[in-house]
Each structure stands twice: as C-alpha cells, then as structure tokens.
C-alpha cells in the first residue's frame, strides 16, 4: 500500500482529500495543517508520498519540501495550490515537488496525478509547463551563468505542447514517440532544473564560506 | 500674477522654505541696521531712518509669524510684503538722499529688499519670483539712480536668485507629489495582499472543495468564480508609478482564465508597450470568442505566452473537432474566415503575423508572433 501524508491547513479540504485517498485505496500515514510539524512527522511517518499545500501559514512551500527530502529521503512530494502563485510554484518545482496540481482539479484527476507521482512520474500542469519553459528561457540569456541548463530542440517541443494542454498520448501521436518517452523527457526538463538549483545553492554556500 | 499663486498647493514641504525667508529677512534686517549705524552721519534726514527701521523690524515679526501659517499665504499679503518693501526703500531717497545715494551709499532696505522677491518665488514658482524681481529690481535702480554695471549687478542676482528658487520649488513640489503617490500606492498594494490571502485562505479552499464534490452547473459555476478570484489574488497591482509606456501582458491576458480557458506563461512579467499588449490581448480575446463560436460547448481553451529573445509569442489552442485543411482553404476563398481575417489584421497592425493550423482531433491553433522591435502604436 502507497502510504500518504496530507498537509493543508484548511481543514476541511484536508479531510476530503484525506477521505478520497483512503477510498482509493491509499493508507493515509499522517494529515496536519503545519509545515514545520509535517517536516517533524515525516521521519516517523515514512511517507512515500506527500500532498502538500503551497501556501502554508507558518513556513514557506520551498521550506517545506527542502525539510521534508532531508527528513525523508526519497519522498515524491505532489503540490497543490489554490491561487497557483506562479513564483511559489516555480520554486517550489525547483526544490524538488515532483509534480504540481490545482485544486480545482477533478477527483479522477487528482487520482491519477497521486498514483503518477506514486509511479514516480513527474505531474505537469500546462500552466507549470509555461512556467517550466519561461524559467529556461530565462536562463538562456542570463549572462554570467555559464552552468545554465538548456532544454533539448525535442524537450522544447515537448513542453511547448504539454503547455498548449496536449495530453502525453496526444503528444505522443503528433511526434510519433511512445507515451514513455514523452514522459521521460518531461522529466528531464523538471531534473535538469532541480539539478541546476542544488548546484546554484551549493555554489552559493561555498562562496558564503558555509560548506 | 498674484491670482497665478498656488496657495492650496503647500504641503509639508515648503515649511522650511518660509523658515529660512524669515531667518534671511532677520539677517538682512541686522545687516541694514549696521549700514544704517555706520553711514548716519551721511544722510539729509538722518533722524527719520529709525522710523522706518522700526517698520521694517515690525514688518519682520509679523511676516515670519504671517507666512509661517499656510492659511495666511494669501494674496493681500504677497502684495502687502512687496508694496511695503518697496515703500522702505524709495524711503532712501527722501532720508539718505539725493547725494549720498549717487555717491554710492547704500538704501535703508539694503539685502531686506530682496526678501519679498524670494517670497514670491516660494508661492508663485518661477514666473512669481521673476514678477517680483522686476518689480524690486526697477524701484531699486530708481532710487539708487546708479545706471551702471555695479548698479544693474544687485537687480540681475536678485533676478537670477528668484529663477533659481521657483525652479528648486517646482522640483521639490514635484518631488514631493510622487513620494505621496508612492506611498498611497504602497498602503494599496498592502492593503490588496492582505485581502489577497484572506480570499486565499477561505473562499478559494470552498469553491475548490465546491467544484470537486458536486457536479453540473454548480461545479461550472464554482470554477469560474474560483478562477475569476484567483487570477485577482495571484496577479496584484504590479504596475507600478512610472511605468506608464509598459504593461505586463500577463495581467492583460489573465481576465481571460476561467474553468474552460487556462493560461500559461513565464512567471516574470512579460512586458510590452501598453497599446501593443491592448491590441495583442484583444486578438486573442477574438481567437477565445471564435473558439466560443464555433466548437461545441466543453471544448477548453488553452493559451501559451511565450517570451523568446527575438519577441514574444502567443498560442491560443482550442480542443475542439479542428477543421480538416481542405475545408479551412475552402472556408477562406469564400471569406468565411472573418475572425480570422480580423485576428491577421490586428497582428499585421502590431508588424507581427498571424498562423493558424488545425488538425482533425488535435483542435484549432492560433500563432500570434510579434516580433520585439515590432512598430509602437502611438
């Protein structure tokens, strides 16, 4: 069984969606409304996967996730945000969230994005895919950063096409790939920005003398 | 002239302008005084200085209390301030003298003469304190009778000095404008955050939680007050004071969101001179009304801005049937494609192009491509 943690501070949603996991088959291990406390619980909890609220009252989403890698390694964090503040969503993405989902999005959709990040897929929305490809772009012409990550001509078109709401079967047919490879190379576009991050932060702890 | 003074216009700021006329009317008042003392012996009614010296010590008191209050910078008084100045010092002619005057002794109202002008200057910004110069200036030049370079020098410095304080004033006043507007700017911004998170923490979990376990039209309706709510909370007043020539299309286009049409783009603003995002916002508002028109209802929209160095780039993609290539030629050379013709010309308008492609079961594409050097319209 797939244990989850759920972590929004609205009380209400949380115990729906809590009540929605479990109906689908899911072992909710934890639920709470705070992050410091879901970075607490997560040791203990082990959960392989975490639904988390962007916008919590007392740490940031970034602060969140950071905690929750390090307490548990090899958590698949799915985010979900109500206002999809687009820097929130994009640091976070970068921290390493695993996928990103509006709340109004459907229960057959919110299932299938909690089974993909299970499987270890990344879940993009068109809207994170814009984000994903602005933020690339921004890179491109940024000048002293020699380390910048650039995106495939394929990863570009791919994005491009998850961003102008394609689906991956959708994309798949239009490039002739297989679904899997679609997949793939929207997870590359997500790894090379997660990788580009801990190489800036780590760059930025040695010159600050912190290593 | 006088009618031309602002008096509604002083704020804070001009506070210590007055102070200082009034610091440099005591000095100049001091420095009168000691001439007076010294040159005494010289004039033709030596006895009748000290009435007027009195006077202008009186005037001083009365002036530094009268423009200290805002209220009392009226007209009558920038008038009584000059008339009375000049007064002081054609009292020269009678009380120096003729001779002592042309043998280049001062006036009674040495220096103290130039106090008014700076006064007007204050409150009628340049054109006030030019009025007022030439105004002393001339009286000045009368009753010294000295017409030579020495004589002129005194009038044009006070000439000069009056241009140069209505012009400082002018900068401060502007100065001081923008900090007010700034700072309202700020209490509204905070004041939109606030309310921002407040819609956050509680009408947006409702409305999401409303769209997830109802159906049919409440859900419908749900989610396109949700998206309404949550494009005002995420993009907040984000132009700021003087960036008038640049919008971020972004805020522009996000109007658009709802449950059918998502919007995705850069997270950095994407900015653009103002009339070319209007018009490149309401192609694209055409492109989301003919998708309106003609897919069925359910179909989703889905718009893509993009920034790229060579200019920006939006798609608005539909999910609806497409139109087989055939029948798109065929709606053209019967010039059925108006939206379409309208959405081009608009782009062409802008120096950008306009692409559709459609494909059948892949919905309806729309290009909007302008390039970065595109013409502004003006």
Known sequence: MVRVMVVDDHPMWREGVCRDLAAAGYEVVAATGEGRQAVRIAAAARPDVVILDLQLPDVSGVEVINGLRAEAPGVRILMLSASGEQQDVLDAVKAGAAGYLLKSAGLAEFLEAVSRTAAGDTVFTPGLAGLVLGEFRRLAVEPFDKTAPKLTERETEVLRLVAKGLSYRQIAERLVLSHRTVQNHVQNTLGKLQLHNRVELTRYAIEQGLD | ?378
């Open chain 2, 1 to 378: 002239m006088v009618g031309s003074m602002r008096q509604g216009r002083d704020t804070g700021f001009q506070a210590p302008l007055w102070r200082a006329i009034a610091v440099y009317r005591i000095a100049a008042l001091t420095y009168a005084t000691i001439l007076v003392v010294r040159n005494f012996t010289h004039y033709e009614r030596p006895m009748l200085a000290w009435p007027v010296l009195a006077i202008m010590a009186g005037w001083t008191v009365f002036t530094t209390y009268a423009y200290a209050n805002p209220a009392r910078r009226r007209p009558p008084l920038f008038v009584a301030d000059l008339l009375l100045t000049a007064a002081a010092l054609a009292a020269s002619v009678p009380i120096v003298g003729r001779v002592a005057l042309e043998d280049g002794k001062p006036t009674l109202a040495v220096a103290w003469h130039v106090a008014p002008v700076l006064a007007w200057a204050v409150a009628g910004g340049r054109r006030g304190g030019i009025a007022a110069a030439v105004v002393m200036g001339a009286t000045d030049l009368i009753v010294r009778a000295h017409y030579d370079q020495a004589g002129y020098t005194g009038s044009v410095l006070m000439l000069l000095a009056a241009i140069a304080v209505g012009y400082l004033v002018r900068m401060a006043e502007d100065a001081h404008n923008r900090l007010q507007r700034a700072v309202e700017l700020e209490a509204a911004t905070r004041e939109r955050e606030r309310l921002a998170r407040d819609i956050h923490d509680s009408v947006l979990q409702v409305l999401a939680l409303v769209q997830r376990r109802e159906s049919g039209e409440l859900a419908r309706l749900a989610g396109e007050t949700e998206a309404a709510l949550r494009h005002l909370v995420a993009r907040h007043a984000a132009e700021t004071v003087d960036d008038r020539s640049e919008v971020d299309l972004m805020t522009l286009l996000g109007p658009y969101a709802s449950a059918s049409v998502t919007i995705s783009g850069p997270a950095d603003p994407v900015r653009l001179p103002a009339p070319t995002a209007r018009e490149l916002a309401a192609a694209v508002g055409a492109a989301l009304d003919n998708v309106g028109q003609h897919c069925p209802s359910g179909t989703k929209a889905f718009l893509l801005i993009e920034e790229e160095p060579s200019g920006v780039l939006v798609t608005v993609r539909d999910d609806g049937p497409g139109i087989a290539p055939d029948r798109l030629d065929e709606a053209a050379a019967q010039g059925r494609l108006g939206v379409a013709q309208s959405i081009r010309g608009r782009l062409t308008d802008l120096g950008g192009t306009a692409s559709i492609t459609a494909a059948p079961g892949q919905g309806t594409e729309v290009e909007l491509r302008l390039g970065r050097a595109g013409p502004k319209l003006t």
